[in-house]
């Protein structure tokens, strides 16, 4: 009995039958960075790889593992191919019209700009070779991520092609390499896919020309408030604080008001809903791109707040400052008197600096947890929780900061300069109105019918109601 289970468990698995999986043959046209990493790649991932060269014998270091053939040998080895040549270099592919017959042929060509050529690569590759099956892909994969493999920042894998088999084919491939496919559709997309790589950072154009908008405003706002005011009205030249006084006050109105702006649309969202009574109705467009750059508004209105740290750390160092403490000592010196120690100052300054402080870390917690590597090890919960509750904290914290550096400033007349006010009152504007709203949506009553609507239940127009019971 035991001779018979033992003859069994052998025979089940073999270790050299052919019945065992063999390793599918890749071919590679192109031995550049880009092929040369796609290949070293592919091999890590248990496929063979050959190259396609017009110079086997003398086409540069290739991975280990790999080897290279004439086109016409390597394209009869396998059944597809990844075409990594510019499109300048595609038309000795018509001569392999025979070889690539029934191939799969994955295009990862990119162009230098926009509409160089009047079709797509993929396009005129399928017209170059009309029997093959042509799918547009890899292209927005950079040779350093083949290398290193999927990383949270370039993990997707965009295709396109007219032949669903030919799009499983390569989708099979991207998958064992560990990255996300999304399917475009038909090649008509190439032309889409192939201007992905030339978009310059698409999702933070709003929140860069929004910060350099708000900059330019408050700079000319408080270089003529102050500077150009006080050499007009007092004859007295202060230019010099522009480098350093005046750009310690943009950096953080510009940075308070964009963080500011990161919880106003979910603020609108929320009442919209509870305007609506229903959660299934779609947003407004701008609202829907609002929310999502809120990360990248949040990032730059932190690298902002991280300049204004920075700045105030310098003040003590001024040139400036130092001449006015020395000046202020040697006064007190000669009419021989000391100032009485100021508590209701004492208090004042240091709550603005600790709450200043307080903010500032919780402004890097909420950057460092926007960084994908970061928020990939949190769950839901932990992340609503650090991006929503800290983050309101976060905003009253900095937008009470702002409140005690301006303290009873705004009783003053002389703080309206050409009846302009004073720069950190503008900024205390949105956020002020974000935290009252915030407050409102927290009250018991409309918590509680809030919750109820993000959990499905929909409110009932009256009217339709009463249609209802008189139909039935």
């Not at 060269?53 to 990844?82: D, E, I, K, N, Y």
């Not at 797509?120 to 547009?136: D, F, T, W």
Request: with cysteine; hydrophobic share 45%.
């Amino acid at each position: 009995m035991s001779k018979e289970v033992n003859s069994e468990s052998v025979s089940l698995c073999p270790l050299s039958t052919p019945a065992a999986t063999e390793q599918e043959m890749l071919c590679i046209f192109g031995t550049g960075d880009l092929g040369r990493s796609l290949g070293q790649r592919l091999f890590q991932t248990g496929y063979k790889v050959v190259y396609g060269s017009r110079r086997p014998h003398s086409c540069g270091p290739l991975p280990p593992g790999t080897q290279a053939m004439s086109h016409v040998a390597a394209a009869q080895s396998a059944r597809l191919v990844f075409v990594c040549i510019h499109r300048e270099n595609y038309n000795f592919l018509e001569t392999l019209a025979p070889q690539l017959k029934g191939k799969v042929l994955v295009d990862v060509s990119n162009n230098l700009k926009k509409n160089m050529y009047p079709e797509a690569n993929a396009e005129y590759l399928q017209r170059l070779i009309p029997g093959a099956q042509v799918v547009k892909g890899f292209n927005t994969l950079s040779a350093w991520a083949l290398q290193n493999g999927p990383s949270d920042a370039n993990r997707q894998v965009y295709v396109c092609g007219n032949s669903l088999e030919a799009k499983q084919a390569v989708i099979e491939v991207a998958t064992k390499l560990g990255f996300t496919v999304l399917d475009r559709g038909s090649l008509t997309a190439a032309r889409e896919l192939e201007d992905f790589p030339l978009q310059l950072f698409p999702e933070w154009r709003l929140p860069l020309q929004l910060a350099t908008g708000l900059t330019a405003f408050f700079f000319f706002y408080l270089l003529i408030r102050d500077v150009i005011y006080s050499y007009v009205v007092n004859d007295k030249d202060i230019s010099f604080r522009i480098m350093a006084s005046l750009a310690n006050k943009v950096f953080p109105i510009v940075s308070l008001i964009m963080l500011s702006l990161c919880y106003l649309p979910g603020v609108i969202a929320a009442f919209l809903q509870l305007y609506r009574g229903t959660k299934y109705k779609r947003f407004p467009d701008w609202l829907d791109r609002w929310m999502l750059c809120r990360k990248q508004l949040g990032l730059v209105a932190l690298a902002l707040a991280s300049l204004h740290v920075l700045y105030t750390l310098i003040i003590p160092i001024r040139y400036y400052v130092r001449y006015r403490l020395a000046a202020h000592t040697i006064s007190q010196i000669k009419e021989n008197k000391t100032s009485p120690f100021d508590t209701t100052m004492a208090w004042r300054t240091d709550s603005y600096y600790v709450i200043g402080i307080l903010g500032f870390g919780l402004y890097l917690l909420l950057g460092i947890t926007s960084l994908p590597s970061v928020s990939n090890v949190l769950s839901w919960r932990e992340f609503s929780f650090i991006q929503s509750k800290l983050g309101y904290l976060t905003l009253f914290f900095c937008t009470f900061h702002t409140y005690l550096y301006g303290w009873d400033t705004f009783l003053q007349p002389s703080s309206y300069k050409w009846f302009m006010l004073p720069g950190y009152m503008l900024s205390l504007v949105v956020p002020s109105v974000v935290l009252v709203l915030k407050l409102l949506l927290l009250l018991p009553c409309v918590d509680s019918t809030l919750t109820r609507i993000r959990q499905g239940w929909e409110r009932t127009d009256p009217e339709q109601e009463r249609k209802k019971l008189l139909l039935t």
